[in-house]
């Protein structure tokens, strides 16, 4: 029997974990963790992750502060708007939603980020700091939520062949650079593919665990699966499909009904590691005020 790993459960399990961490504080120094979530411009899809963000942390106890801000807003306007979120102490964490209007430079406004608040972990320290493993550091929600579910599911990525298919900032690459790292959750040999690579399945056939995060729907098939290899599925894709009342379902990266025939434990889309992100977003919320209450 294939096993089905739950990023739902998992999530629910370590958002319990979290509830009784946020309670302590609250009880031992009156400390309430806060996380703002920017908001720039009108995106459904970015309105519809915003709106779960901010449902979650109420959840645990956490206070969400949302900034929706108008699509047209100038660029030195969000910088403020980040600083004043730096410099303010009942704000433990600052995510600012992306993509960003074309008019906005990103990086700029990534490495306005306070990094001891940067809950995201694109800001360029957060990101050097995990490569080199000095420091303290947030890492990015989404691979860390993806090793999270490795190792609760009994999959420690330890002396594995890690293939991760994807190299973006977001995902492909920190989770690379979290599975290769000396430290809990890593420690394995890293492969990183994408959509370039010429022979692509002959690479993913190499992997005992393999992590999909490459944004092109249903694109890796049984073929490209050894026998028995543990697969993650990070893509969350929209597709036409016209007999659903909404007109689209949701699927990931991976043939989920024929890959799950042949590996040995297969993460599903929806109910994978889309509830992993917010989860972890909310742990390095957690965390960032266990640290501020410990500073004083
Ligand atoms: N857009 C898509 N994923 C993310 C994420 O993890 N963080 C932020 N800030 N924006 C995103």
Redesign the pocket.
Same mark, same amino acid.
């Given at each position: 029997m294939t096993q089905i790993i739950s990023g739902k459960e998992i999530s629910e399990e370590i958002r319990s974990e979290l509830k009784e961490r946020v309670d302590a504080l609250r009880e031992e120094g009156g400390l309430v963790p806060g996380l703002a979530?920017v908001l720039v411009g009108e995106d459904p899809a970015?309105q519809m992750?915003v709106g779960m963000k901010n449902r979650a942390a109420e959840a645990l106890g956490i206070h969400s502060r949302q900034l929706t801000l108008p699509a047209d807003t100038p660029e030195d306007e969000l910088l403020g708007v980040v600083e004043g979120l730096n410099a303010d102490p009942e704000i433990h964490g600052i995510?600012?939603?992306? $993509?960003l209007p074309d008019h906005i430079d990103e990086a700029k406004v990534i490495e306005a980020i306070d990094p001891a608040k940067d809950v995201?972990g694109?800001h360029p320290i957060s990101v050097g700091r995990l490569q080199t493993g000095s420091g303290d550091f947030f890492a $990015?929600?989404?691979p860390a939520g993806v090793v999270e579910m490795l190792l609760r599911s009994g999959h420690d990525p330890a002396g594995k062949h890690v293939v991760v298919v994807g190299r973006s900032n977001?995902v492909g690459k920190p989770a690379a650079a979290l599975l290769l790292r000396k430290a809990p959750g890593g420690n394995a040999t890293v492969t990183v593919a994408h959509s370039r690579t010429p022979d692509l399945g002959a690479v993913t056939r190499t992997a005992d665990i393999l992590v999909v995060a490459m944004g092109r729907p249903e694109s890796i098939g049984a073929d490209m699966v050894a026998e028995g290899a543990v697969v993650i599925d990070v893509g969350t894709n929209r597709v036409d499909d016209a007999s659903r009342e909404r007109g689209y379902r949701v699927c990931g990266d991976v043939l989920f009904d024929e890959v799950k025939e042949k590996a040995a434990a297969i993460s599903p889309v929806p109910g994978g590691v889309g509830p992993m992100?917010i989860t972890m977003?909310l742990s390095n919320t957690v965390k960032s005020a266990e640290t501020a209450a410990a500073e004083g």
């Open positions: 979530v970015s992750y995510l600012v939603q992306l $993509p995201d694109f $990015p929600a989404t977001i992100t977003l």
